[in-house]
């Protein structure tokens, strides 16, 4: 057991530390440093860095890509994580183990070079954490499926060129064992997009389908097996942004802690605030502790252990330790966290604020915390499914 | 990046499991409470038979010279089955500060002992108003023609009434820095001028208030440095912080694990109580919990292996640890009901280790005022 | 309309108890004489009945006097058992004034108002929180009920002489409708016990009950209703010591600040630290809404409403608040902290010590914390049934 990286992981995450430190230096944040940030990152391979080499990644392990997301996230790229991460975690890593050789050459490469996205068309209003009430059909017809339904939270379909839909294809049989997952064109006739704005100030899509007709070489793997493929892929897709919210709380502790260096409250430096103290070493300490988690997920995924319980114990502590931190960061900013970005005199930028409303989302999204709770009892630790 | 156990160090916790679930059932642990000396002597040879005592210790003193990190996971099963014993207290406290500082006489004449069973050791370093703040440190010692004479009062010193030899933190200076002004003497249990006390200690555990009236010490039992002791005593400190976190993370298992066990068969409203949602909560949140601390303490017992600094992961584990073991023994009790209430059921018995543990060698506060000092100051 | 007053009345009342308790214990050590003279004086006082009604004995006065005599007798530390006589007052008492029969309130009640404790004997092995699965039976032969089975954590069997029990009359009911309650006699002939310690030398007992006779004037209120007494019972049941807990937390709460004040560690003033100093804060502030939960629940007990929602979450506010005052103290002690009582360094004498020990009891006597939020959950806040 060794708690160090190898001299190539390091050497790599120096690499990025020195891009990010040359593309985003003080005055480099134009409107156009996105465009031409993704496609220079696309450019040096890292977008696709376990993806296998024969469908044009990298292919190196998990450590790779969460040390790649923790920097990304650490210097503020103009990159959003979760893009890379849904796609990466859903079309990437579905395709890899059950599309079609057709698909991976299709999709894979692509992923890799950051040209699509892909986001999860599963929820439903009447099926959230519960899937196996969802009530999109999709009808085989010659070559063809025709798709109707309606799905929510269908991150962005607005934007994304493709999502993964959940459809049933065989009403007569229970719902788990009459699934299928479609890789969809979001251009595709018959399809609706409305956005909803969300608190955190997201938009949300919601997808109408309206006769939707979607290639039979579209359906992902085998007709009905869509429950277990979903079921089996669920800890990729809570930890998509592996590496990503680590990043982030480093930075703002770091950024929080330079505050509290130079910031005095009622004559007294925050730093030397007893309480303050005390909350700052709180937050490192769980700062820490998921690092050591989100490390060892990867580390496990490389081995090609089973990681259901691995990723449920992550996301609790992941959701909880992110709400503390927020929590605690705008507690420690006093009146000023209230400050919305832009606003002169606003601590940290003003990020804070954002962050508090968005910080709700992770109580929900991708099954709540109370939801992976339950699943760490029954599967986990082996007690009998609650009633 | 690995964190995987070798095969030597899955074979290591195997046999510790199988040996200690067999030599350590709790009529033994609650039979220690009652015993004088508060150990198995048998039990002890065993250990050292079985290579234990002599686990990090160097092969030129007979040990195996194994890791810093397969003594914690010994420690880890240790802990689950609250193993009553001067093993940490021995080995970790005193083997590794001697190994560390001392001279090659003192290890000669010391570390073979304790490998071959023969030696058992203690630290003295609290007293009535002193935890672990070397500042504050007030039995002194006096330089005399035949030595030092040491005089005042130690507490919390375990095992102190059957260790050969105790290593007395006293004060020989002035603290004009921080730390400063300290000496370790080795003290020979035979020196006259000793008395000890035991305390009667929430967890029932053998630990002693040491009262030293005149007791001389040779120059040559001076452990490390002169006026500069303190330096070793903190890493001491931090060995021995992680261990007592890889024991309170075994303590906390074993609950969890019996927890789990009561809800899957108590039946009440027709259900097991394991069913209940709120329960199982209480368990995903102890399990969650116990993840964070154990990982915590692996990285901090490799640090210590590796001999880099490690003060911030060292005060992180035991942070994590305190309030993990503390709140699932509080939990399984709200679990457990009546009967986990009871002297005769195993849970009281980690109720009050757990809370005993939470605040020795400092508790959650103490630890991230520590973490703060190296982010801040 | 909202007042955080006393009235003049019951500050004089409160004001009687303190001086009662400084002539009758101050300058007196808490010997076995003092202890035993002392309930005594409260029984010539009247104020073991305090609750019940005149004609019976009782000085006919409400929850909040007896709230107020609670908090005053655990504050000055008396020489009684709060929790035993409120047990008494708030299972038996009541259920007996609810449902008894005039006879057995003639009988009883005034028994009750001079002094005399009623135990409890619902508990068995297989039903602790779930009083349902209750399986002792009771079979109704000419003038007597024979009652055979078990009980479990049965604390007053050793103790007192007279107790409420719960047992099956009808099998063939479902299970919730079979019960019923009887006064029980603990010398009968079949009763034996065996002894259970709890941590902090905690005694309660297991019972056996072979053939135990019992009177059938002894039965209370009908046949089969006995779980619907104990539903409608258990607000008055949660909350038993209605009071108690309050007065002991504000005076360990005391102790621990002036041993703040007075202790160095690591040559500061514990009371210095600013964590402490946080830490005693949260407890103050905890103590102080447990007490005006607990004096508003008295408030609406004398006005005669409905006490399901307070009684839940007061119980669950008082328990979390003491549990958590021991663990946070206990901690705040360091190294000291562990010592037991008479030890010689023990800080306030070792008493949050014991009770770390001894109110571990608190998570789950009553029904866990646990069942009682999911009962608010259910009850008050009307989220759908578990």
């Not at chain 1, 860095?49 to 040390?67: C, M, T």
């Not at chain 1, 609706?192 to 955190?200: E, G, K, N, R, Y």
Request: aromatic letters at 10%.
């Amino acid at each position: 057991m060794h708690f160090c990286f190898t001299e190539e992981q390091e050497k790599f995450r120096q690499e990025i530390v020195d891009f990010c430190k040359a593309e985003l230096q003080e005055g480099s944040r134009t409107p156009d440093l996105p465009v031409s940030f993704r496609r220079k990152i696309a450019e040096k391979g890292w977008i696709g860095l376990s993806i296998p080499k024969e469908y044009g990644g990298q292919g190196l392990g998990a450590i790779y890509r969460v040390i790649f997301m923790e920097e990304m996230a650490y210097w503020r790229a103009p990159i959003v994580a979760y893009d890379y991460g849904v796609t990466m975690s859903l079309l990437g890593n579905m395709c890899l183990r059950h599309g079609s050789e057709a698909q991976k050459s299709e999709y894979l490469p692509k992923i890799a070079k950051g040209e699509i996205f892909c986001g999860q068309g599963y929820s439903e209003p009447q099926a959230g954490n519960d899937l196996s009430l969802i009530q999109t059909t999709a009808i085989r017809q010659d070559d063809h499926y025709i798709i109707n339904g309606q799905k929510m939270w269908v991150h962005d379909a607005q934007t994304y060129r493709y999502t993964l839909l959940m459809a049933k294809t065989d009403i007569t049989v229970p719902p788990e064992r009459g699934i299928s997952l479609f890789i969809i064109d979001n251009s595709s006739p018959g399809i609706t997009v409305i956005p909803q704005i969300a608190m955190s100030g997201q938009t949300t899509p919601q997808v109408f389908l309206d006769n939707v007709l979607v290639p039979a070489r579209n359906l992902l793997g085998e007709e009905n097996m869509g429950w277990e493929y979903y079921l089996e892929n669920k800890p990729f897709y809570w930890n998509k942004e592996q590496g990503a919210e680590t990043g982030m709380m480093r930075r703002i502790f770091d950024d929080i802690v330079r505050y509290s260096k130079e910031t005095k409250r009622n004559g007294v430096l925050l730093s030397q605030s007893a309480v303050i103290r005390q909350r700052l070493a709180s937050m490192a300490t769980d700062i820490r502790a998921l690092r050591l988690l989100i490390y060892r997920m990867a580390w496990m995924e490389t081995k090609g252990f089973d990681l259901s319980d691995i990723a449920s114990l992550t996301r609790v502590f992941h959701v909880e330790a992110w709400i503390r931190f927020v929590n605690k960061t705008m507690q420690l900013m006093g009146l000023g966290g209230q400050l919305s970005r832009r606003q002169v005199p606003a601590p940290l930028g003003g990020t804070m604020e954002a962050l508090y409303r968005q910080a709700a989302l992770q109580l929900m999204q991708r099954a709540g915390p109370s939801y992976i709770k339950s699943t760490i009892a029954t599967h986990h630790l082996g007690l009998p499914p609650a009633w | 990046m690995d964190y995987g156990f070798s095969e030597e160090q899955k074979i290591l916790r195997k046999t510790a499991r199988d040996f200690l679930s067999k030599e350590c059932p709790k009529a033994m642990v609650r039979q220690m409470a009652e015993d004088e000396k508060g150990y198995s002597p048998s039990l002890w040879k065993k250990m050292a038979e079985m290579g234990w005592l002599g686990l990090v210790l160097p092969s030129e003193y007979g040990g195996s010279g194994g890791s810093f990190l397969d003594l914690v996971m010994l420690l880890e099963e240790m802990g689950r089955v609250l193993l009553p014993s001067p093993f940490s207290t021995t080995i970790v406290m005193c083997g590794l500060y001697i190994l560390e500082a001392g001279n090659e006489q003192q290890k000669k004449d010391i570390l073979h002992k304790i490998v071959k069973g023969e030696a058992i050791l203690t630290l003295a370093l609290s007293e009535p108003d002193v935890e672990y703040d070397p500042d504050s440190i007030t039995v002194k010692a006096v330089a005399n023609s035949d030595g030092y004479l040491i005089n005042g009062n130690k507490l919390f010193v375990p095992y102190a009434h059957i260790a050969n030899y105790l290593l007395c933190v006293t004060r020989t200076g002035e603290n004009i820095d921080k730390g400063k002004g300290l000496t370790t003497f080795i003290v020979d249990n035979s020196s006259s001028g000793l008395n000890y006390t035991p305390l009667k200690t929430l967890a029932r555990d053998k630990q002693y208030e040491v009262t030293f009236k005149d007791v001389l010490i040779p120059e040559h039992n001076i452990l490390g440095d002169f006026d500069n002791g303190w330096r070793d005593v903190e890493r001491t400190l931090q060995r021995a912080t992680v261990a007592l976190c890889a024991e309170m993370n075994g303590g906390a298992q074993n609950v969890l694990d019996m927890t789990v066990e009561y809800a899957k068969q108590r039946v009440q409203f027709d259900r097991p109580i394991g069913s209940m949602q709120a329960l199982q909560h209480h368990c995903a949140n102890i399990a969650v919990s116990i993840e964070a601390s154990r990982s915590a303490t692996y990285e901090a017992a490799w640090r210590i292996g590796e001999g880099l600094p490690c003060s911030i992961e060292v005060s992180m584990a035991k942070s994590l640890a305190s309030e993990c073991y503390t709140q699932t023994t509080q939990l399984s009790m709200l679990i457990h009901g009546g009967v986990g209430y009871m002297e005769d059921h195993d849970l009281p018995l980690y109720y009050r280790q757990a809370k005993t543990a939470e605040v020795t060698l400092g508790d959650a506060d103490y630890h991230r005022e520590k973490i703060a000092q190296e982010l801040l100051d | 309309m909202v007042n955080f007053k006393f009235t003049e009345e019951q500050e004089a009342f409160r004001q009687e108890i303190i001086n009662f308790i400084k002539v009758e214990l101050s300058g007196k050590t808490n010997t076995a004489t003092v202890r035993s003279s002392f309930v005594p004086k409260l029984v010539e006082k009247g104020w073991l009945g305090l609750t019940i009604p005149e004609e019976y004995g009782g000085l006919g006065r409400d929850a909040v006097y007896l709230t107020i005599f609670n908090e005053e007798m655990a504050y000055h530390q008396a020489p009684i058992s709060l929790s035993l006589y409120g047990r008494s007052n708030s299972v038996f008492g009541k259920i007996c004034l609810q449902h008894g029969s005039q006879e057995q309130r003639q009988k009883w009640l005034p028994r009750l108002a001079q002094g005399e404790a009623f135990g409890q004997c619902f508990t068995e092995p297989e039903a602790g929180t779930d009083m349902t699965r209750i399986q002792t039976r009771a079979v109704l032969q000419g003038d007597h009920y024979i009652v055979n089975g078990q009980k479990m954590f049965i604390t007053t069997t050793h103790i007192l002489r007279y107790t409420l029990l719960m047992a099956r009359t009808n099998i063939n009911a479902p299970a919730e409708s079979g019960l019923s309650m009887f006064i029980m006699d603990n010398k009968s002939t079949g009763i034996t016990f065996t002894p259970l310690m709890g941590m902090g030398g905690y005694r309660t007992n297991q019972l056996f009950l072979d053939n135990v006779e019992v009177p059938s004037e002894n039965l209370i209120g009908e046949e089969n209703r006995g779980y619907e007494y104990y539903l409608e019972n258990k607000p008055f049941y949660l909350n038993k010591e209605k009071g108690a807990e309050v007065g002991a937390l504000r005076r360990s709460f005391e102790q621990l600040v002036k041993y703040a004040k007075e202790t160095t560690r690591d040559g500061h003033l514990l009371a210095n630290n600013p964590i402490v100093r946080q830490r005693l804060a949260e407890m103050a502030t905890n103590i102080r809404t447990m007490r005006h939960l607990t004096y508003r629940m008295a408030f609406m007990e004398a006005q005669g409403l409905d006490l399901f929602y307070i009684a839940s979450i007061a119980r669950v506010f008082i328990v979390e608040t003491w549990l958590k005052f021991n663990s946070t103290a206990l901690q705040l002690l360091g190294l000291n902290g562990q010592l037991q009582r008479g030890a010689h360094y023990a800080p306030l004498g070792g008493s949050i010590n014991w009770h770390y020990e001894y109110d571990a009891l608190q998570y789950f006597t009553r029904g866990s914390p646990s069942y009682t939020k999911s009962y608010i959950a259910m009850h008050d806040l009307g989220l759908p049934e578990n």
